[in-house]
Structure formats: structure tokens, C-alpha cells
């Protein structure tokens, strides 16, 4: 048995977006495959056996050792992969986005890297000045907000906070205040699939989407969210993923790139994702796998 499309999962939210993704594979007319945390051992032995087969790779599998075999049989077999392992580990480097973006004339907060703690455990001195006298502190490689601490104000806290997470680099950087718009502030969440792009409000302090509508893209040039995701795209070279762009003097990218979506959807959850959007993102990715017949 040859699948079109393989959708490994076991986190319980992805629910609706596994949904959706079967709901975009009848539309397509095209097969789809889940393994889930009840049927892994058998698929996996199937996969191994060559009883049964898949064309393209939609992993939600990550982050879970037992899952890894999926993925090792695709990237061994030259299966399509969406946003292959590889790819996502060098993009979520914020540490290694950050130089990209910066050559790619992309705006970015003013940003000191650190070497890992376990690279240089004493620091040599440090300027600060260039990231104001509070910042931000984060690891290269959190999500999620994991491991970010707001509105530090000295070196101490960077020395702690770099024991941490003491494999990863970390980034200083300074906070960015974003333009009020509407009286809402103007900091966004883009998300991009298959060279899609979807704009949304997203509150820092509450995490609620609300998705920028056609009028306000015109009215407030806020098309601009669109081109600047496009262009993170073609760096990163994802086929789906997201981004945090604010709009101060001008738009400011200020996490680069989630690859890794939380696909709670808004009906479900306050800061879930608009369904809508969620929607699309599931007809998309079909919409590659239907691409690799």
C-alpha cells in the first residue's frame, strides 16, 4: 500500500488540524496515512518491511523519539518532505537568521550573540549600550517564549539566564515599541504556506489573533507584512512556518522564524489561531503532497 501523504502525530490539539488536513486530502482526492501513538509500531514496522509506503512527509511527529523512524525512512528514500528536519534546525537558529536577515536588508532589533555558555563560560567584557538600558534575553534556539526574559536591565541577569539553556547562543536585544493603531498595538504574527501569506494581529500580553483584513492591509500599508514573509520564505526556504513582525519607525522582524506551529484553533482556544487560517494552511500542504504525485 503506497500513501500520497503521511501525517505522523500524537500532540491532542493537533485534532482540528489533522481535520483539516483529511478534510483537504477528499477534496484533493488524494490517500492519507495517520500514525498516531496506537498504530506507530505496526506502521513503522510496515514502513520498514515495505509493505506500506507514503510520497510526501507532513511531520507533527517532532519532538518525539518514536516517531524519528518516519523520518529517517523519508529522508533515506527520497520521500517529499514538508519543512525537512535539516532545514527547520538551521532556521530556528535565531542566532544564524539573525545574520541572514541582516544581509538580506531585513529590519531586526538592535542584537548582541552571545557563545553558549558551555563554548565561553566566563564572558569578556560587554558593551550593552547599542540595546538600551533594558532589553531582551533569549536563547538561539527557544520557542514558544521559552527561556526569554523581558525587560532585563543588567549583566547578571545574561549570565544566568545563559546557564540555562547552556548548549544554545544567546541573543541581547533591544525592546521594541510598537506604533498604536486603532488602539491596538501594531505587532503582528504572519503565517506562510506554500507561498501563502496570512497577516494577523497578535496582543504580546494576551496572544489573541485577529486577522488583518484586505481594508486595513491598504489603509495602513500593511501589505508590506506579506512581502516581508515572502522574503523570509525564500531565506529560509520552509514551505510552512511563522513569523513576528512589529511595526515601530518602520517594520521591525522580531522572532524570526517558528517552524514548529501551535495549530490550536481560536473556536477551541482564546489564543488559538483563527480557524480559518488554519483551514487554508491544511489545503496547502495538501496542495504540495497533491503536487508530488
Same mark, same amino acid.
Given at each position: 500500500?503506497?500513501?500520497?501523504?503521511?501525517?505522523?502525530?500524537?500532540?491532542?490539539?493537533?485534532?482540528?488540524?489533522?481535520?483539516?488536513?483529511?478534510?483537504?486530502?477528499?477534496?484533493?482526492?488524494?490517500?492519507?496515512?495517520?500514525?498516531?501513538?496506537?498504530?506507530?509500531?505496526?506502521?513503522?514496522?510496515?514502513?520498514?518491511?515495505?509493505? +506500506?509506503?507514503?510520497?510526501?512527509?507532513?511531520?507533527?511527529?517532532? #519532538?518525539?523519539?518514536?516517531?524519528?523512524?518516519?523520518?529517517?525512512?523519508?529522508?533515506?528514500?527520497?520521500?517529499?518532505?514538508?519543512?525537512?528536519?535539516?532545514?527547520?534546525?538551521?532556521?530556528?537558529?535565531?542566532?544564524?537568521?539573525?545574520?541572514?536577515?541582516?544581509?538580506?536588508?531585513?529590519?531586526?532589533?538592535? +542584537?548582541?550573540?552571545?557563545?553558549?555558555?558551555?563554548?565561553?563560560?566566563?564572558?569578556?567584557?560587554?558593551?550593552?549600550?547599542?540595546?538600551?538600558?533594558?532589553?531582551?534575553?533569549?536563547?538561539?534556539? #527557544?520557542?514558544? #517564549?521559552?527561556?526569554?526574559?523581558?525587560?532585563?536591565?543588567?549583566?547578571?541577569?545574561?549570565?544566568?539566564?545563559?546557564?540555562?539553556?547552556?548548549?544554545?547562543?544567546?541573543?541581547?536585544?533591544?525592546?521594541?515599541?510598537?506604533?498604536?493603531?486603532?488602539?491596538?498595538?501594531?505587532?503582528?504574527?504572519?503565517?506562510?504556506?506554500?507561498?501563502?501569506?496570512?497577516?494577523?494581529?497578535?496582543?504580546?500580553?494576551?496572544?489573541?489573533?485577529?486577522?488583518? +483584513?484586505?481594508?486595513?492591509?491598504?489603509?495602513?500599508?500593511?501589505?508590506?507584512?506579506?512581502?516581508?514573509?515572502?522574503? =523570509?520564505?525564500?531565506?529560509?526556504?520552509?514551505?510552512?512556518?511563522?513569523?513576528?513582525?512589529?511595526?515601530?519607525?518602520?517594520?521591525?522582524?522580531?522572532?524570526?522564524?517558528?517552524?514548529?506551529?501551535?495549530?490550536?484553533?481560536?473556536?477551541?482556544?482564546?489564543?488559538?489561531?483563527?480557524?480559518?487560517? =488554519?483551514?487554508?494552511?491544511?489545503?496547502?500542504?495538501?496542495?504540495?503532497?497533491?503536487?508530488?504525485?
Amino acid at each position: 500500500m503506497r500513501y500520497d501523504l503521511c501525517l505522523p502525530w500524537y500532540w491532542e490539539y493537533d485534532d482540528v488540524f489533522v481535520k483539516a488536513v483529511e478534510c483537504a486530502c477528499g477534496e484533493a482526492g488524494i490517500s492519507l496515512w495517520q500514525v498516531t501513538p496506537h498504530n506507530l509500531l505496526e506502521s513503522v514496522t510496515a514502513l520498514y518491511k515495505g509493505t +506500506t509506503t507514503f510520497n510526501t512527509l507532513l511531520n507533527r511527529g517532532q #519532538g518525539e523519539p518514536t516517531f524519528e523512524p518516519i523520518s529517517r525512512w523519508a529522508r533515506e528514500h527520497g520521500a517529499r518532505r514538508i519543512n525537512p528536519a535539516e532545514l527547520s534546525a538551521w532556521s530556528e537558529d535565531k542566532s544564524t537568521m539573525h545574520y541572514e536577515f541582516i544581509h538580506a536588508g531585513l529590519n531586526t532589533p538592535h +542584537t548582541i550573540i552571545l557563545a553558549s555558555f558551555l563554548e565561553e563560560p566566563a564572558l569578556s567584557p560587554i558593551d550593552l549600550s547599542p540595546v538600551g538600558e533594558t532589553f531582551v534575553i533569549k536563547p538561539s534556539n #527557544g520557542g514558544g #517564549g521559552e527561556g526569554v526574559i523581558l525587560g532585563a536591565t543588567g549583566m547578571d541577569q545574561i549570565l544566568r539566564a545563559r546557564m540555562e539553556f547552556p548548549r544554545q547562543k544567546y541573543l541581547i536585544q533591544s525592546p521594541i515599541i510598537p506604533r498604536a493603531i486603532d488602539g491596538k498595538p501594531a505587532w503582528f504574527r504572519v503565517f506562510y504556506a506554500n507561498h501563502e501569506t496570512y497577516p494577523c494581529w497578535w496582543a504580546p500580553d494576551t496572544h489573541v489573533y485577529q486577522t488583518v +483584513t484586505p481594508g486595513e492591509e491598504t489603509e495602513y500599508g500593511l501589505d508590506k507584512l506579506r512581502d516581508i514573509t515572502s522574503r =523570509i520564505a525564500h531565506i529560509c526556504r520552509l514551505d510552512w512556518f511563522s513569523t513576528e513582525i512589529a511595526l515601530a519607525d518602520d517594520f521591525v522582524v522580531v522572532d524570526y522564524v517558528n517552524d514548529e506551529i501551535d495549530t490550536r484553533v481560536q473556536s477551541r482556544a482564546m489564543d488559538g489561531v483563527p480557524d480559518q487560517i =488554519i483551514d487554508d494552511i491544511a489545503r496547502q500542504l495538501v496542495k504540495i503532497a497533491k503536487e508530488n504525485l
